[in-house]
């Protein structure tokens, strides 16, 4: 009976027009950004019969919520409790602490994860169908369908259900601020411009990991590196939120992924690979951190600091099986297949002897590490909450 041994490299990780102005427009909530945060907020704001704007600047919905690989972070939820994969929100709390990332942010990510089996249940009202216990913080979609794609067809669907107007290839130019208040945006549509004038202006932007200028000023120490953001996260929030004197914290916080392909020029995310049982090896073959740290960004310090910056991940045919993800994946030739380990080491060029004998140590035990841990439905839900409750 043969198995099929699977590894994949990672790495670690503008036209003027003339313009003209259309008819102002008045609502009592416009969204700036159309992924997760702002659909999330659309949605229960218009099932509460509130009238509502989505301005998207791309051709297309989601942004970088169309790119989440695996998983919806969440703790003590009831299908994570009935697989003994149970986790208390303070001991997840004292975990994230350990990590010295986001403490400022400790008291918020606390509340979330008190909100997650309703923010489960919420989703999965609409079809996600997160199921799958992954670990004691994670949950997945119950076939092993991508994150995003899943999430971003559940709730653009329910927004064409209620009706909410979305407008495509917007771009917002600035706020309209008066006493200190924003009122409005500016929208560029081609060579059109309009203004928005509303109650209440939400900016769910997304980050700046397009934007390299951002990088070196927020998080400079990681300038030049491949990112598996969309194309559209270039900061826009950020840099209105920076010309009206607007207090930004964490800025710097920008987190590594440790699990990064990069072929032709397309960076993508191979999480899943990880997630679902893979370990990463060096150029020597060697294991080198705990595969799946919940502080990703010092795995991937650890991966910067491995020969040429470079590791693999390597997985079986059961993990593939197990994942639509990375079965794409497979199709798209981002993995190297044999069947046995010594195969696939000769083909991806690292000693055989030292890969048979790390993977047959980890098989067995032996080889472990201390470990030392999309948040936009959980953004959107308070987002509405604040607003309703006016």
Same mark, same amino acid.
């Given at each position: 009976?043969? #198995?099929t041994i699977?590894?994949a490299?990672? !790495?670690s990780?503008l &036209?003027?027009?003339?313009a003209v102005?259309l008819?102002?427009?008045?609502t009592?909530?416009v969204?700036?950004?159309s992924g ?8 229960l704001l218009?099932?509460h019969?509130?009238n509502?704007?989505v301005?998207e *600047?791309?051709p297309f919905?989601g942004g970088?919520?169309?790119?989440a690989a695996?998983?919806f972070?969440s703790?003590?939820? *009831?299908?994570?409790?009935?697989n003994g ?12 602490a350990?990590t010295?990332r ?8 606390a ?8 923010s489960i ?9 997160l199921t799958?216990?992954v670990s004691?913080y994670?949950?997945?979609?119950s076939?092993?369908s %991508?994150?995003g794609?899943r =999430?971003? *067809?559940?709730?653009s669907?329910?927004a064409?259900?209620?009706?909410i107007?979305? #407008?495509?290839? %917007?771009k ?10 924003a009122?409005? &945006?500016?929208v560029e549509n081609g060579?059109? *411009?309009?203004k ?5 202006v939400?900016l769910a932007?997304?980050?700046f990991?397009?934007?390299q ?5 927020y998080?400079?120490?990681?300038r030049g ?6 194309v559209s996260s270039?900061g826009d929030?950020?840099i209105?939120?920076?010309k009206y004197?607007?207090?930004i ?8 992924n440790?699990?990064?392909h990069s072929?032709?020029?397309k960076n993508?995310?191979m999480?899943a690979a990880?997630?679902?049982?893979g &370990? ?9 951190c705990?595969?799946?740290w919940?502080?990703?960004t010092?795995?991937?310090?650890a991966? =910067? ?12 045919g059961k %993990?593939?099986k197990? %994942?639509?993800r990375?079965q ?7 993995f190297?297949?044999a069947q046995t ?7 991806i060029? &690292?000693p055989?002897?030292?890969?048979e004998k !790390?993977?047959?140590?980890y098989a067995?035990?032996e080889? !472990?590490y201390?470990?030392?841990?999309p948040?936009g ?5 308070r987002?509405?909450?604040h607003? =309703?409750?006016?």
């Amino acid at each position: 009976m043969h #198995k099929t041994i699977i590894a994949a490299v990672l !790495t670690s990780v503008l &036209i003027p027009g003339y313009a003209v102005a259309l008819e102002d427009i008045h609502t009592g909530t416009v969204i700036v950004g159309s992924g997760v945060s702002g659909l999330t907020t659309a949605i229960l704001l218009k099932e509460h019969k509130q009238n509502v704007l989505v301005l998207e *600047k791309m051709p297309f919905m989601g942004g970088t919520t169309n790119l989440a690989a695996q998983y919806f972070v969440s703790v003590g939820t *009831k299908d994570q409790v009935a697989n003994g994969k149970e986790l208390s929100v303070p001991d997840y709390i004292q975990r994230t602490a350990k990590t010295g990332r986001n403490s400022e942010m400790l008291p918020r990510t606390a509340q979330r994860m008190f909100d997650s089996q309703k923010s489960i249940d919420w989703l999965n009202s609409l079809g996600a169908g997160l199921t799958r216990p992954v670990s004691d913080y994670q949950m997945g979609i119950s076939d092993g369908s %991508s994150l995003g794609v899943r =999430l971003m *067809k559940i709730l653009s669907a329910r927004a064409k259900e209620l009706s909410i107007p979305v #407008k495509m290839n %917007s771009k917002v130019l600035d706020l309209i601020i008066r006493d200190g208040r924003a009122v409005g &945006i500016v929208v560029e549509n081609g060579k059109e *411009k309009y203004k928005v004038f509303a109650d209440n202006v939400v900016l769910a932007t997304g980050n700046f990991n397009q934007n390299q200028k951002l990088i070196s000023k927020y998080a400079p120490q990681w300038r030049g590196l491949p990112t598996t953001t969309a194309v559209s996260s270039t900061g826009d929030g950020l840099i209105l939120a920076e010309k009206y004197g607007v207090n930004i914290k964490n800025a710097g916080e920008v987190g590594l992924n440790p699990s990064i392909h990069s072929q032709g020029g397309k960076n993508v995310s191979m999480s899943a690979a990880r997630l679902e049982g893979g &370990i990463m090896v060096n150029l020597k073959g060697d294991r080198f951190c705990n595969d799946y740290w919940p502080d990703y960004t010092k795995m991937a310090q650890a991966m =910067l600091e491995q020969p040429e910056g470079k590791s693999f991940v390597i997985i079986d045919g059961k %993990s593939m099986k197990a %994942s639509k993800r990375l079965q794409s994946f497979l199709k798209s030739g981002y993995f190297v297949e044999a069947q046995t380990i010594p195969e696939l080491a000769q083909k991806i060029g &690292i000693p055989p002897e030292n890969l048979e004998k !790390t993977i047959k140590r980890y098989a067995v035990g032996e080889l !472990t590490y201390d470990s030392g841990t999309p948040h936009g439905v959980w953004s959107g839900r308070r987002a509405a909450e604040h607003i =309703l409750s006016k």
